[in-house]
Every structure is written in C-alpha cells, then in structure tokens.
C-alpha cells in the first residue's frame, strides 16, 4: 500500500523542481487530471514537472523513500486511461512534458535520441531536416509525446513496414522505482547479457520505469509516395489483395487500411471539406500507399497490379492521387473516423488484434454473435489490415437511448468482443495499451501463465508499487 505525500515531502518536491518543476494549482492541473477521452478523471496533490533526468531520479527517491505513488504522463491524448492518477488524490501526477529536447540526431547512423517529452509531429520536423524520416505517425502526432509511445508501444499507419514502436527503439533512458538511472540509451545491435530491460520497458505504460530519453531508429526521407483509394467487395478480398501487393512490391507497401463504407459514409457527414474519392458506393474500401525513392517506378508497380486487380475483378474501382496533397485527403478520410463516430453517437470501441490472416474472419464473425446476444447491436470494423488490427466499434440498436444501452449492456457486449479475439489468438490491446480502462478484463480473459508473468515482474521491479498503480495488472 503506497501512502498519502506528507507536507515535508511536498516541500522537498517543491524545493528540488523549483515553481516550474511544481505546482498545486487546481486550474494548472485541471487539464492533465482527465484522459483525452474524457472517461477517466482524478485527483493529485501535486504535479511535478522535471526538466532532466537527474530531477526525476532525485524526485523518485524521495517518493520512493515516503512510499508515495507517482502517476507519470507524456501528452495525456492515450486512449484507456493509463496516464490519469486516482480520484483519492495521493498520487502525485509526474509530466514529462518540459523534457522535450532532441539531444542528437545522427545521419551516418539514423539514430536519434529524443527525450521523453518531445512531441511526435515536433520529432518529425527535425529528422526531415537532417534528411530522415521517422516511421511512425498516428492521428493524435500534435500531442502524443516520445516517451507516452514508448510506453504503449504504439503503433499507427505504417506497422505493416516498420512495425511498432517496440522496433524503432534502439535504446532507451529511463528512471527505475527506487530512483536509480537505467542508462540504455547506445544503440546496439547484439546484447546478451539477459533479460532485454529496453523490450521490458517499451509497453510497460510506466508502471515498470519512467522512460525519459529513447534512442530511435530512423529511415531515409520517402522521395516519393502513391497513395490509392480501392473499391472491393470484403475484407476477405482485401486480404487477397494485401497478399498480392507484398508479393509484388515487398518493402515499399508501407500501409494499406480498410475501411466500410458505414464510416466513410458518417465522415462525410460530419467531417468539412471532405469528398469521397469514388462516387459509387462501395461495401469497403482499401487505403494502400507506396513509399520509395522513385515516384516514376512506385507509380508504374501500383498501376500495373492495381489494373491485373480490376481486370480479374479483384477490386471493383480505384482512384490514385496525382499528388501530396490528394494523398493526404484520402488519409483524412480514414484519420477522422473516430471523429465522425463521436458525432453519430454513443459507441464502444475497441482497439483489439487478430492474427492478420484471420482478421477478416472477425470482422464477418463477430457482428452476427452480436446480433444474437444483443438483438439491434451494430458494429463497425476498419484499421490496419496489414498488421491485424482491428478498431471494431459497437453501436446500440436504432432507436435506443444511447447512454442506456450502453450502461445496461456494454460490459457484457465488450466482454464478448474480448472473448471471441482470445478465441482467435489475438491480443484485446493492439496499440493503445491496457490502462485502467482494460484491466479488470485482461484480468479475466488472458492467459493464468502471461498475467503471472506480468505480476512477477512489477513486484521484482517495483514492490512498493509506487510506479503508476491501477493500471495494465491488478
């Protein structure tokens, strides 16, 4: 049991960070005591904001020392409430925002170290101005933070080629429970001495170490890109056609998204200035792009299967963006379906992965399972193809009371949709992390053998349980 922060250890706190490194303000606080989603809100004595390393470890240990729990938080935009303290109060909320330097950034290697801090469109700018690119990118990129993706293990658009977060880490920084430094920051590329502490911290969401810097792996800048917007049939063909891409183009297939046209159709409802890119309606779409060094080679191999698609009937339409700017209004399209299903209404909606093979099987499978256990239910699926996950939304019945529905039904809908992934071998966190929003049902559903594992781990590494308490594992 963590304790509640005396007055003496709020005047040492104080006194370490400085009045810019601390405050209790209520109105400074008040916008980083509720998650982005507005589900999640609570109370700290204090929010401590250090700008180095050295002020976290010095701030750990005089919690650690008081047995007091820190909350840490990057830019607060997660999406299950793994960065909000607890409505008691006593957890002290820990921001890393002003650490937000890019110490390095190295050409010949396309390594760059970024600190916790930094937001990910601001590490963007500055690897493009060395020529580079970083290879991850999400919708939230204004405010998610280096340290909040390491934390989750993020994912984004271009999985399918980079992977997640997880492998663009080369090293990492980070603060331990009882304030020592983890100093795992050089970048190599064999380390056998045991258990891999940098995979251990990367998706720990904080309740193993406070990640402060990461050494990430960067890529040379895209001089060209092709963007498609396909009209298909199923999902079922979308995976045909994702196979025949990556065995045609490999490597410069960099994301390829699909989406019903249920979501495109309420982004064009809500969403300004947006237009669909084929005027006949089809049952789903696929987002593909290409990125490489030439745009003359990425735009003959996409028009050349892209026509074999057509001509075999694979694909029913397909419009290609004649430039960047085209490009980025067809990932518009699919960036503000979140947005647009907020303005419809009520919904459930869960971050979930499936093996990618059988990611069309879910989302064939899933709404009829709904359906008979909840007559009216309606689910959307759309995401990432190419790398299995699924955001799969759950609407109440036509004609309810949203808000209702969803408190009479939503554990058990949820509970069903979680279940039926399990069955399928996949994970009911894709890239969102577990949080407090997860946590009871990962506690139920995964496997005895993981959850063991988890809980090990965080008593060897933290067992006064001050890191984050409340979230990933009970």
């Not at 049991?1 to 109105?27: E, H, I, N, V, W």
């Not at 809100?41 to 390393?53: E, I, W």
């Not at 998610?144 to 980079?162: C, D, E, F, K, P």
């Not at 577990?434 to 496997?447: H, P, V, Y």
Request: include cysteine; hydrophobic fraction near 45%.
């Amino acid at each position: 049991m963590t304790r509640a922060p005396s007055p003496s250890l709020l005047a040492a706190l104080a006194q370490l960070l400085g009045p810019k490194g601390y405050t209790t303000d209520t109105d400074a606080m008040a916008p980083w005591l509720t998650d982005w989603r507005g589900k999640y809100s609570g109370r700290s004595a204090a929010m401590l904001s250090p700008a180095s390393t050295a002020e976290v470890a010095a701030a750990v240990r005089l919690c650690a020392d008081a047995e007091v729990a820190l909350v840490p938080q990057g830019g607060n935009s997660g999406m299950v409430g793994g960065a909000t303290p607890d409505a008691g109060g006593d957890q002290l909320l820990l921001s890393l925002r002003r650490m937000n330097r890019v110490r390095s950034v190295d050409t010949a290697a396309q390594i760059a170290v970024a600190e916790a801090g930094v937001i990910l469109e601001t590490f963007h700018h500055e690897a493009l101005a060395h020529g580079l690119r970083f290879p991850l990118t999400l919708g939230g990129k204004g405010s998610a933070t280096i340290g909040g993706l390491v934390s989750t293990n993020a994912g984004g658009t271009q999985v399918l080629r980079h992977g997640t977060m997880r492998a663009l880490v080369a090293g990492i920084e980070a603060v331990l429970p009882d304030g020592s430094i983890f100093d795992g920051l050089a970048p190599l590329k064999k380390d056998n001495r045991g258990y891999d502490l940098r995979h251990l911290l990367c998706g720990a969401e904080g309740t193993l170490g406070i990640v402060t810097a990461a050494s990430l792996h960067l890529v040379p800048a895209a001089a060209a890109r092709r963007t498609a917007w396909i009209a298909i049939d199923s999902p079922a063909r979308a995976l045909l056609l994702l196979r025949r891409l990556d065995a045609s183009i490999g490597r410069e297939l960099e994301g390829f998204e699909i989406v019903p046209h249920a979501c495109l159709d309420a982004v064009l409802r809500h969403i300004p200035q947006t237009r669909a890119p084929i005027a006949a309606a089809h049952p789903w779409y696929v987002l593909a792009e290409l990125a490489g060094k030439s745009d003359q080679a990425l735009g003959g191999a996409l028009e050349r299967e892209l026509a074999a698609a057509l001509d075999t009937g694979l694909i029913r339409d397909v419009v290609i963006a004649k430039n960047d700017r085209e490009s980025e209004d067809f990932w518009r399209l699919r960036d503000s379906i979140s947005e647009a299903e907020r303005a419809e209404g009520p919904a459930l909606q869960h971050d979930v992965s499936v093996p990618v093979d059988l990611m069309p099987t879910f989302i064939a499978e899933n709404p009829a399972r709904l359906k008979q256990a909840f007559p009216g239910a309606r689910a959307l699926s759309f995401g990432h193809l190419g790398d299995g996950n699924v955001h799969h939304h759950v609407q109440p019945p036509v004609g309810a009371d949203g808000a209702a529905w969803l408190a009479a039904h939503g554990a058990a809908v949820s509970r069903l949709v979680y279940a039926h992934v399990i069955e399928l071998g996949g994970s009911l966190s894709a890239e969102h992390g577990i949080g407090q929003m997860k946590r009871a049902i990962m506690a139920e559903l995964d496997s005895p053998a993981r959850l063991a594992a988890l809980r090990a781990i965080k008593a060897g590494l933290d067992p006064a349980g001050i890191f984050n308490p409340g979230k990933l594992i009970d």
